[in-house]
C-alpha cells in the first residue's frame, strides 16, 4: 500500500475547516430544535434535528441581537449561516448568520397532542396523586445502570438513611423502544413485592434523549403502578409527561432520593426528644396519681352519718332562714303597694293638689243649689277648716 499522508490533529482540523467552508459555502438549514441555551455571554448554543440527525448550531451576540424572538425547544427553524469546525472539540457547527420560524416541530406536536389526549382521561389529575410512604420499607429504582442518575440516588440514600434496601432494574433510557424497557423494569420491581415506592428518571440530555418519558406505552405504566411513583427526569426545567403523571415529581435524581427517605439523624433527633418529653409527661401523671391515693383516708361509717346528719340540720337552717326572709320580703313588698294604692285614693292627697270639702251640717255640698244664700257652710282644706256664709252663688 502507498504510504498514506500524515496529518497533526490541529492540521486535519484545519484542512477540514477550509474544506466545509470552500465546499459549502452559505447553507440554509431546517430543523427543529432539540436543546437551547443562551449563555451569560450573550451566546446562543443550539441544536437542529430531524428524525436521522442532529446538528450543533451557535449563534454570536452580535448576530443574535437582530432576531426579535428567542428559539424554545422544539420550534421549527430555518437557520442560514456557514459550516465551521471548532478545533479544541474537533466537532463542527452550524454558524448562524439569520433565523426565521418555520412552525412549530413534530415532536413537540406529539407531546402537546399526547397531553390533551391524557389529560382528558383524567391521568394527570391532582385527585389521583398518592402521599410517599413517611419511611420506606424498601425503594425501587428504574433507570440505566451506567449512568450517573443511578450513582447520584444511591449517594443520596447512603447518605441520608443507610440500611434502607434498594431494588435496581436496569434499563436504557434513551433511544427507540427505550420506554418499553423502562416499563418493563418498573413492572419488575412491582412483581417482585419488596418495594413501596418506585423511582423512575434520568440524567439530564437533549429534548430527544428524553424523548421516551413523553411516550405513551411509559406514561401509562406510571399510572397503572400500584405504588406511588417518583418521576426524575433531567434537570429541574426539562418537564416530561412522566413528570406529570407521577404521584411526585423531582426537578434532579438526586432530588428524588432526597424526598423518599428522610434524614437518619433528623428522624432520630426527633424521636429521643419525643421519648424526652412522653418520659417527662409520664412522671408528673404518676406523681400526681399518687398523690391523689395518699389523700384518700378510710372514714369511720358511724362517723360519715354522723357528718351528713350534721349536713342535713345544717340544710334545713338555711332552708328556713332562706324561706322567712322570703316571706317577709314578700309581705313587705305587698304591703307596701297596697299602702300606696290606699294613699293615692286617700281624700286628703286629693286636698294637697288644691281642692276643698264643702259641708252643711253633715252634708257634703256636691251642686249649688243644696245651698241658698246666707247658709253658713264648713270649708275642709288640705290643713285647716273655714266656717263660711253663702253669699251668692251659680248654677254653672
Known sequence: MPDALVFGVSDLTAALKEVLGAGFGAIRVQGEVGSFTHHRSGHWYFTLKDSGAVLNCVMFRGTNRFVDFEPRIGDALEVYGGLDVYGPYGRYNLVARSVRRAGRGDLHARFEALKRKLNAEGLFDVTRKRELPPLPKGIGIATSPSGAALQDMLRVLRDRFPGVPVYFAGCRVQGAGSENEIARALKCIVDDGRADVVLVGRGGGAYEDLWAFNEEALVRAIAACPVPVISAVGHESDVTLSDLVADVRAATPSHAAELVVPEREALLAFVNESRSRLA?????????????????????????????????????????????????????????????????????????RGYAIVRTGDDIVRQSDKVTIGDRVNIRLSRGNIEAEIVGKSDV
Open 280 to 352: 417527662t409527661r409520664m412522671r408528673a401523671t404518676v406523681a400526681q396519681r399518687r398523690l391523689a391515693v395518699n389523700a384518700l383516708v378510710l372514714q369511720d361509717p358511724i362517723r360519715r352519718v354522723n357528718d351528713a346528719r350534721l349536713r342535713c340540720d345544717q340544710l334545713a337552717d338555711q332552708i328556713a332562714a332562706s324561706t322567712d326572709r322570703y316571706i317577709r320580703e314578700l309581705r313587705e313588698h305587698r304591703l307596701g303597694r297596697a299602702t300606696g294604692a290606699l294613699d293615692a285614693l286617700s281624700p286628703l292627697k286629693v286636698l294637697d
